[in-house]
Structures are given as structure tokens and as C-alpha cells.
């Protein structure tokens, strides 16, 4: 804390002290009123119809100004965020300027915030201009992902921490609100402002850009608007650690000391393509005094191309018992066998595969918002509206990828796994038809030739021999290798006393391990809606209103629809087309050198070879056959550069140390996976997953009514009643055997479920003016959010591995040798699980004690009365790729969960010191932004920690600190802003918690005013270069390193202009 605060604190007087100082001078300004129908919280663009002698300020105090007004006047318990012009949203992303608000935390994506929870839940709805927000990153979840939405299209964004019956949905944990510019906020006339900036990063050095534009026109009561903007920014993410997922040494079976053990350790070089496009658009005409029609639209495009390149190093799922600490520590706590676990610091691995890997997995979504609506609001007693919105979302997410082996696979004794499998003549292995084959004369096995001319061939000559040893160590908490330069023991393709740095740094050692797109989603979503609001102003007719204490009533209903439909798929392809089983040939999802296509249950390709077992002194029979089948093997020795263009990589960053270079595909070139899956193989197509494809349809009813009361002139509340009735419509699908020569079952069916639900949501939202400055806020709600839709709709999925193929390792629930077999099982839905439910408490303290300067304190409680979590039991029996069940496997499925519990306290401040002190005075221009969230937790439902303490909720951070200090005169602004997360869960594994690490970020902005409409800026995001961090913990005692994430501090430089 003492570095960063230094580092900050110099930076920014080191620009404030080189920049001269002018008189202030702005055109005025002031908040408008909102013309959304409910709730009345304006927090769009600002009017310039203001009196030329009222005292006005700009720029970031202005910004901060509106912020604070908009929570001063709210019924509600809420915060804001604001922009006082076109395009000055001061971070790269909304979620970015979200996580200066108290209790809101964010998750960051390739350094730029994406997805947020509030108060350490994710159970939050998205609005737009005070309706649903359909957006494709999240259709089928409810965390909040605004990767797709520019910042510069927005005027600002309303945070709801306690409920408001007017909004149209109402999260568990709160509400987020986007504002959009409406045309009638600008004055009379054209207004027409521009953005343009450039990008870079300190480790990508990409020329990056943004460029926004706003029209506006306005003539009395009539306006039109459009604004747009575009972006193009490539992301360095850097990533060293697990891969493959992660088990404990004795998952698989086991009786000793327990210990981490992956399926394997990736080392990647890793930059995150992104380019955003938005298109915002409205009309607004005030048709006759006080009836106003609204008209908007509201349309993003995104696309993503996250590209990994590295190397792999793992068991190639065939055992967990490639690792062994050599460094370590005994901690408190034991495994399910009753012996400790370890907490590793360093281990040797028996690098059962070593592969390049590259991987591209990219993003195409978009979404369109459309709504339009009549509001009456004459200035008399009565306003209502009537809105009807239409909503469109697609989103579909692609994997390309590509392994390079480095092994030539041939059979040795210490070799764990070898493509040359049979035990009666170690010279078999890939096999061809004699079309292939035949392009590789010098490289057959041996001299067999099958029935049809088919041939054994040997599919990496170049290739290192037996397994290499290799060394990590993880005690720095990063990932540093040692082993790579010691002469292998195993000559191997390249001759005696080659290392395997040498093997890593020839091109032709690498031969395609495999390609494969997989775990694909195309997700598609589609909402109506149509609702009328009222509200009756008794207080229009008389003081004190009806009663003496009833104000104002509300009332309105809202029906909508929402249909969602999530697919999951791999790709498939056709392979040996006229000489297969079935004709069409054997559709194959991994097109790889050890997938062999004799699969008695499902397709076959392949001939007859000579039986190695025959014994010619016993009669011919079946089980003394003179030739036995032999598959082809699924895909032909393939260069690396054959198909796809290559480079050599030696920069993964600075979490990687001691790794040398290696030869890579370039991930560009799986842009498009079908595409390029179809040129190679000629065909591909997709094979769903059946138990993660579903439809959902939502159809909802709700009424409200809400009553404004007051009690003298200081104590005021809205009490009122929400009703929602829920129509949920599933559709599963049926999951049978897996899918020969892929990770998937078939599909035998559908299954179509209905459910339906009410929910009566009391709230009551409380204030007391103690004085002109200062307010007691306390609030009450129940609060209702469905599950995310996986949990209604997903069905079985079965994972698999190849079988054992070693005698000296196989046991007897073992598949046999070249099938797939079950390893666990998960059922992802349930229709009758209960929706979230929760009863909210909040209690808020405010003090004003300027215009633009604000000190709070909340406590806020969330008891949760229903909700999911997953349970595995180890009681699980399905079939292998054979058909034949062998084994009980953990089988985990969702249940409804009860009595969770999250309570804490919010504080913060927002200080401008020209409300403390006079002009002159040093301090006078800056200003301060800061707070702090508590936010303790524990998830009773889903057990315990291996050290008795119970699981947090995920993504929950304790602790969470925002502090920003800005400056601003006539001309210059600048700003610089820290923020702090502790701990936060990300996932666990046989009891254990694995957490992202504390995580902190300070980003500073620098805005120059050359003219009163146009303005030069710089802004700087990660500036100190923060990585995050996980860890295992065992114990309080006891933290083992896991993965890393580096981002690149990103710098820009742009320029403002509005006319």
C-alpha cells in the first residue's frame, strides 16, 4: 500500500504541478428530469436550458454532483454513476466505472471489467432505460456481463441496493439500470460531438483505436438522436499454471499421502482480439401538451478472439500419478482416505505428453433493444405510461485448436503411454489405408501390409523418445521449469545427446496430436414485453394529501415473454468416405493420431492384418484367428505447418521462467473452426451435447401498488406490494450412450416440463430527514430471482477417458484398451427447483454536506430462503463407449439449496473541497472518492471445507476498497483511482478452496481543455501491472499456488469535440 500510494500520489502532482491553471469557465448546465417511466431517477445527459446567472459547475465535480443528487432524491437505497457530456465515461468499460460503487465487485476479462455481482451475489437483472436488458453474454445466467456495451453510449447508470416496485425486475442482490441520451435533454438546434483515441499496450504494442459520435436535433418538442461507437483493442493475458482441469493424486483410486496433482501445467502467451460496435438511437415528441411519445433503439455488436499459444505438459488422461513433490509441507488436513494433504511447493513430473498448443476461442454476439412509449404527464395529479419493448440476442462461441507432439510414441518400457499398443508386436501402431500410406514410403513400422493394402506407419520419426523429466516450482508463486536441457536418457529422433529443448526448438519434431473445436455455444434469446404504469398525486389537490399523510399512490402491471435456447456442440467430421462401415464415413470429433476407428458399437474403418497371437499349432477359430481387424487411425501424419502457418514463441511473460521456446500454429487461423475444419477435412459438422442444450420460456405476469406516505415534513415512506406469477416451459433433452470417437452422448429424445410459480414481494423503503444535510434511510424487501437457466434445463453429461492400456497398470473395471470409459457423470437441471428468494435488510445513514460532497454508511443483510447448489455422490453407473457398465463414478447434480446468509457494511465518501473550503484555498480544486465494503459470508448448503470452515459464496470478496483522488480548474481535470479485492472463491476440489488472490488496480485519467468544446485526454488502466493470482487453501497455515493471469497496463490518448 505504501508503493502504490507514493507512486499515485507523485504521478498526479507531478501533472497537476506541470499544467497551468485558468479561470474557470463553463456553459451551464444542470440535471434534467427523467423521462423514463418508472422509476423517476434521472441520470442521462445533462440540459444546457439553464438561467445564465445560476453558479454552475463542470467536469468531474459536476459528474459527482449529479451522482449524488440522483441518491439524494431517490425512494429508493441507490448509487450512481454519471456522465456530465458525450462520451466522458471515465473507464474502459461501464463494469470498469461500476466497481467504484460500494459493494459492487467486479471480475475482470483480459484486464477490462466484465462481469459484476453486488453485495457477493451475481444475482442481479440489467435494465436499460428502466426495462430488461436482453444481453448475449449472459443469456443464460443472471450475473451481469457488459463486455458488449461501449461506455461512451451512455450518460450514466442507476445501482438499486434496495427494491423499487416500479422497476420493471428487481434482482436478489440489486439492480443495475443503464441510462441512454434522450433527444429532448439537449437544447434547441444540431448538437454534434466526436471522440477519437488511440490505444497500446505495453505488451501487445497493437495499434489500437475508439471512435464515438453523437448527432443530435431538436426543434421545441420534437428531437431525434443517434450516437455510435467503435472499438478495436487487442489484450495481453498472459497464463501459467494448471490445465485440463484438477484432481488429487488419488482420485483415481489411492491409499497414500494426498497432494494436487492436474491433469497437466500450461504455459501460454495469450492476446485477446476485441472489437465493439453499439448504435444508439431515439425519438422523442411531446404530440400534444403533456402526451410524449418515446421511441428507442438500442443495438451492440461484439466479437472475440481469445488467442492462446503455448505448450501443454501433461498425463494425457491416463493417470494421476505423473507428479512428485519434492518439496513440501504437511498440512492440518486430511483426504477421504484418512492421510494428509500436502501443500507442494516444488515437484518432478513425468512428462507423459508434451505438446504445442494452440487454441482460439472466439465470440460473435449481438443484441437489439427496441421500445416505444406514450407517457401523460400534463403537470396535473394523474401521469401514466404505457411502454412496449422487443428484444433480440444472439450469441455464438467457438473453439479452434491444434496440438503439436513433440513424442514419437513409439513403445519403450518406462513409457506410460505409447500408440504402438499391441503387447504382441510393439511395430504396430497408426495405421493407414494404402492411399495414405503411400505418402510415406521411409516411414513404415514395419513390413505388414494389410488386406487391402494398408500399412503401419510410423507417425513421428523427429520425435523425442521415452518421458522426459521435468522439474516446476511453484514456491515464488509462479511457475518456473528447470529439466528441459538435460540429455535425454532415450535416443530419440534427432540422434544421442539431444536435450528436449532441442526437440522443442525443431520444426519438423512436431507432428499434429490432434484438431478439434469443441465445447462450442450458439445461444440464441428473444423477449417481449408490454406494460402501463400510473401514478396519482394527492397532494396536487391539497397539502399534506389524502389523509394528511397519503401522498401519492402507484400502480401497474407488466406482462412478458422470454424464450432462451442454449446449444452445445463439437464438431464432427467424416472421415474415409467409401471405406467405412457406413459409407458416408465414421463421423470423428478428435481428428488425432491415437483415436483408432475400430469401435464395434458405432462406425468402423479399417482391414485385416495379420493375427501377431496366432499360434499356428492349434486349429483356426475364433479365438485362434489367423487375422484379426485393424482400425484406421483417425487422422494421417500431419506436419504442423502443413495447414496451418507457424511461428516460434518465446514470450510467455514474466510469470514463466526458466520455459524455452517452442514451435506454434497461429491460433488467427481457427477464426472461423468450421471454415478451416472444412477445408482440411472436407466436411464438419455440429454434434450437440445433449445434456447442455436446452429452451427455456419465461412468461410473466406482475402487479404492483405502492403508496407514498409521509408523516410531517421530515419522515416519509413507499410502502407497497409486488405479485408475480411465473410460467416456466422446459425443454431437456434425453441423454444416451456416448457418441463413438467423441466426448458426447447421443440424443434419444426430448422432454418437456412445465412449472409454474407465484411470489407476493412486500417492500418498504423509509427516510428521515434528521436535518436539511443529513438522512436515516432503512429499507425492507422480499426479493425473487429464477435460477440461472441451466439449472431448469440441463440434462446428463458424462465425461470419459481413454482406457488403460499398460497390462502392468490396468485393473478390472478398466475399459478395454482404445475405448473411452466413464470417469464421472453430472445432471445440470432440475424444473421444479425453487427460484432464488430472499428477505432484504438495509439500514443507511447520509450526510451532505455540500453539493457535491456526500458521507455514507450502510448495513445491509440478506437472508436467502432458497437457492442452488451441487451435490456429488459417488453413485453413479453408466455405460462406457462400449456399452458395458463397469464402475460407480461421482455423479453430481444441482440441489435446492437453504438458509444462506450475507450481511455487511458499506461506507464510503464523496468529497469536493470547494464545498469545505474558499477559493485560493490549495485544496480548493481537489476532490476525493473513496469507499469500503464488508461483506462476510458462508454457504451453509453446499459443506464444508476440508478445515471445518464452511465454503463462502463464489466471487464474493470479504473486503473491497475504492479510493480515487481527482483535481479539476478551469481547464485541466485529472483523476487517479485504486482498487482493492480480497480473496475471492473461484472454485474448489476435494474440499479444497481456490481462491483468486487479493487483486489491486490503479488507473489515472488526465483531460486537457484547449477550448471550452474541445479537449485533449490520456488515460492510463492497470498501471501498475497487476496479475492475478490463485491458490489452494488447505488451512489458514497453508496456501499452494495454482495459476496466474498477467494483464498489461494499457495507455490512450484521445480528443473530445462537441459543436
Not at 456553459?27 to 441520470?43: E, G, L, R
Not at 513433490?325 to 494433504?341: E, L, R
Not at 450502510?858 to 455405460?879: E, Y
Request: aromatic share 12%; net charge neutral; proline share 6%.
Amino acid at each position: 500500500m505504501t508503493r502504490i500510494a507514493a507512486r499515485v500520489a507523485g504521478l498526479l502532482c507531478t501533472t497537476i504541478i506541470a499544467s497551468p491553471a485558468f479561470a474557470q469557465e463553463a456553459p451551464p448546465s444542470s440535471p434534467s428530469p427523467a423521462t423514463t417511466t418508472p422509476p423517476a431517477v434521472a441520470a442521462g445527459a445533462p440540459s444546457d436550458q439553464t438561467d445564465a446567472n445560476a453558479i454552475v459547475v463542470t467536469g468531474i465535480r459536476a459528474s459527482q454532483a449529479k451522482s449524488i443528487d440522483i441518491k439524494r432524491k431517490a425512494d429508493a437505497i441507490v448509487d450512481a454513476i454519471t456522465a456530465e457530456d458525450i462520451g466522458k465515461l471515465p473507464d474502459v468499460t461501464i463494469t470498469d466505472s461500476l466497481q467504484r460503487i460500494p459493494g459492487i465487485q467486479v471480475q475482470r476479462s483480459a484486464g477490462e471489467g466484465a462481469t459484476l455481482n453486488i453485495r457477493g451475489l451475481p444475482q442481479v437483472y440489467t435494465l436499460i432505460n428502466g426495462e430488461q436488458y436482453l444481453s448475449p453474454g449472459n443469456l443464460g445466467t443472471a450475473q451481469p456481463n457488459l463486455d458488449d456495451v461501449p461506455a461512451q453510449l451512455l450518460g450514466g447508470v442507476v445501482v438499486y441496493k434496495s427494491e423499487d416496485l416500479r422497476n420493471a425486475l428487481s434482482g436478489v442482490s440489486g439492480t443495475v439500470d443503464l441510462r441512454t441520451r434522450r433527444p429532448l435533454d439537449f437544447r434547441n438546434g444540431l448538437t454534434v460531438s466526436g471522440q477519437a483515441e488511440y490505444d497500446r499496450g505495453t505488451q501487445t504494442k497493437g495499434k489500437d483505436y475508439l471512435t464515438s459520435g453523437l448527432v443530435n436535433y431538436r426543434h421545441g418538442n420534437f428531437g431525434a438522436l443517434i450516437s455510435a461507437a467503435y472499438s478495436k483493442a487487442t489484450l495481453g493475458n498472459n497464463y501459467a499454471g494448471w490445465g485440463g482441469g484438477i484432481f488429487g493424486n488419488n482420485d483415481w483410486g489411492g491409499s497414500g499421502q494426498n497432494w494436487i496433482a492436474p491433469h497437466g501445467y500450461e504455459t501460454f502467451h495469450r492476446e485477446v482480439e476485441r472489437r465493439r460496435l453499439g448504435i444508439s438511437g431515439a425519438v422523442q415528441w411531446e404530440m400534444v401538451p403533456g402526451l410524449t411519445f418515446t421511441g428507442e433503439g438500442f443495438y451492440t455488436k461484439f466479437i472475440e478472439h481469445d488467442l492462446r499459444a503455448g505448450m501443454n505438459i501433461s498425463n494425457r488422461w491416463t493417470g494421476l500419478g505423473w507428479t512428485t513433490p519434492t518439496q513440501s509441507q504437511t498440512t492440518s488436513v486430511n483426504g477421504s482416505n484418512g492421510q494428509p494433504w500436502l501443500d507442494v511447493d516444488q515437484y518432478d513430473l513425468d512428462a507423459w505428453w508434451v505438446n504445442s498448443f494452440s487454441v482460439n476461442r472466439s465470440i460473435h454476439s449481438n443484441s437489439k433493444d427496441f421500445s416505444g412509449e406514450l407517457k401523460w404527464d400534463n403537470g396535473g395529479a394523474f401521469t401514466g405510461s404505457v411502454r412496449g419493448i422487443y428484444a433480440k440476442a444472439n450469441y455464438l462461441n467457438t473453439n479452434g485448436q491444434v496440438q503439436g507432439d513433440l513424442s514419437n510414441w513409439q513403445y519403450y518400457p518406462d513409457r506410460t503411454f505409447t500408440l504402438f499398443r499391441n503387447p504382441a508386436d510393439r511395430t504396430r501402431g497408426t495405421f493407414y489405408p494404402s492411399n495414405i500410406a503411400s505418402q510415406y514410403p521411409g516411414r513404415y513400422s514395419n513390413a505388414i501390409v494389410g488386406s487391402n493394402g494398408g500399412r503401419y506407419v510410423n507417425p513421428n520419426p523427429q520425435g523425442y523418445a521415452g518421458d522426459p523429466l521435468l522439474h516446476i516450482d511453484l514456491s515464488n508463486n509462479d511457475v518456473r521449469w528447470s529439466g528441459f536441457n538435460t540429455v535425454l536418457p532415450t535416443v530419440g529422433g534427432l540422434g544421442p545427446g539431444k536435450s528436449l529443448a532441442d526437440y522443442m526448438a525443431n520444426l519438423g519434431s512436431y507432428t499434429v496430436a490432434a484438431f478439434s473445436s469443441e465445447g462450442n455455444n450458439r445461444n440464441n434469446s428473444d423477449l417481449y414485453a408490454l406494460r402501463a404504469d400510473g401514478s396519482y398525486d394527492f397532494e396536487k389537490h391539497s397539502d399534506g394529501g389524502l389523509f394528511g399523510f397519503l401522498g401519492r399512490v402507484d400502480f401497474g402491471a407488466r406482462a412478458s415473454r422470454r424464450k432462451t435456447s442454449i446449444v452445445v456442440y463439437h464438431l464432427f467430421s467424416r472421415l474415409y468416405a467409401g471405406q467405412a462401415s457406413d459409407p458416408a464415413g465414421c463421423a470423428v470429433q478428435w481428428k488425432a493420431i491415437d483415436v483408432v476407428l475400430d469401435n464395434t458399437s458405432g462406425c468402423t474403418a479399417g482391414e485385416q492384418v495379420p493375427n501377431p497371437a496366432f499360434n499356428p499349432a492349434l486349429p483356426v477359430s475364433a479365438a485362434n484367428p489367423q487375422t484379426i481387424f485393424q482400425g484406421y487411425t483417425a487422422w494421417k501424419p500431419t506436419a504442423l505447418n502443413q495447414y496451418n502457418n507457424v511461428y516460434f514463441l518465446s514470450d510467455f511473460g514474466s510469470q514463466t521462467k526458466g520455459f524455452p521456446g517452442i514451435w506454434v500454429a497461429d491460433p488467427k487461423d481457427f477464426n472461423d473452426p468450421l471454415a478451416f475444419q472444412t477445408r482440411v477435412f472436407g466436411n464438419a459438422f455440429p454434434v450437440i451435447i445433449p445434456g447442455s442444450t436446452y429452451d427455456v420460456t419465461f412468461h410473466d405476469v406482475s402487479f404492483y401498488g405502492n403508496a407514498a406516505l409521509h408523516f410531517g415534513d421530515n419522515i416519509k415512506a413507499n410502502v407497497g406490494l409486488k405479485a408475480i406469477r411465473t410460467r416456466l416451459n422446459v425443454k431437456q433433452n434425453q441423454t444416451g450412450p456416448t457418441v463413438p470417437y467423441g466426448d458426447t452422448n447421443t440424443d434419444t429424445g426430448d422432454t418437456f416440463t412445465k412449472n409454474s410459480y407465484w411470489d407476493w414481494l412486500p417492500s418498504v423503503n423509509a427516510q428521515w430527514d434528521i436535518n436539511r444535510r443529513m438522512k436515516l434511510r432503512a429499507a425492507f424487501a422480499k426479493t425473487m430471482m429464477p435460477l440461472d437457466l441451466g439449472s431448469y434445463g440441463g440434462g446428463l453429461t458424462i465425461a470419459t477417458n481413454d482406457a488403460q492400456c499398460d497390462p502392468t497398470k490396468r485393473v478390472a473395471t478398466d475399459a478395454p484398451c482404445g475405448q473411452r470409459q466413464v470417469t464421472s457423470a453430472s445432471s445440470g437441471g432440475n424444473p421444479f427447483l425453487e427460484p432464488w428468494r430472499a428477505t432484504n435488510y438495509d439500514l443507511a445513514f447520509e450526510w451532505y454536506p455540500g453539493r457535491a460532497s456526500i458521507v455514507n454508511v450502510g448495513l445491509f443483510k440478506i437472508d436467502i430462503a432458497s437457492f442452488v447448489t451441487t451435490q456429488t455422490l459417488n453413485d453413479g453407473q453408466f455405460p462406457d463407449s462400449d456399452g458395458v457398465i463397469r464402475r460407480t463414478v461421482p455423479f453430481t447434480r444441482p440441489v435446492q439449496g437453504r438458509s444462506g446468509k450475507l450481511q455487511g457494511i458499506e461506507a464510503g465518501t464523496k468529497l469536493a473541497f470547494s464545498d469545505l473550503t474558499s477559493p485560493g484555498n490549495f485544496l480548493h480544486n481537489f476532490g476525493i472518492d473513496a469507499n469500503f465494503t464488508y461483506a462476510p459470508n458462508k454457504d451453509k448448503s453446499s459443506g464444508r471445507q476440508l478445515d471445518g470452515e464452511y465454503f463462502p459464496f463464489p466471487d464474493n470478496s470479504k473486503f473491497q476498497y475504492n479510493a480515487a483522488l481527482w483535481y479539476q480548474d478551469s481547464r485541466l481535470q485529472a483523476r487517479i483511482a485504486y482498487n482493492r479485492r480480497s480473496p475471492r472463491l473461484s472454485g474448489r476440489v476435494d474440499g479444497i478452496p481456490i481462491f483468486q488472490d487479493t487483486a489491486q488496480y490503479v488507473d489515472v485519467n488526465v483531460t486537457y481543455a484547449l477550448t471550452p468544446n474541445i479537449s485533449l485526454y490520456a488515460n492510463g488502466s492497470n498501471i501498475l501491472g497487476e496479475i492475478e493470482k490463485y491458490y489452494y487453501q488447505f488451512d489458514k497455515k497453508h496456501q499452494q499456488f495454482s495459476s496466474s493471469n498477467q494483464f498489461e497496463p494499457r495507455y490512450s490518448i484521445g480528443l473530445r469535440a462537441k459543436f
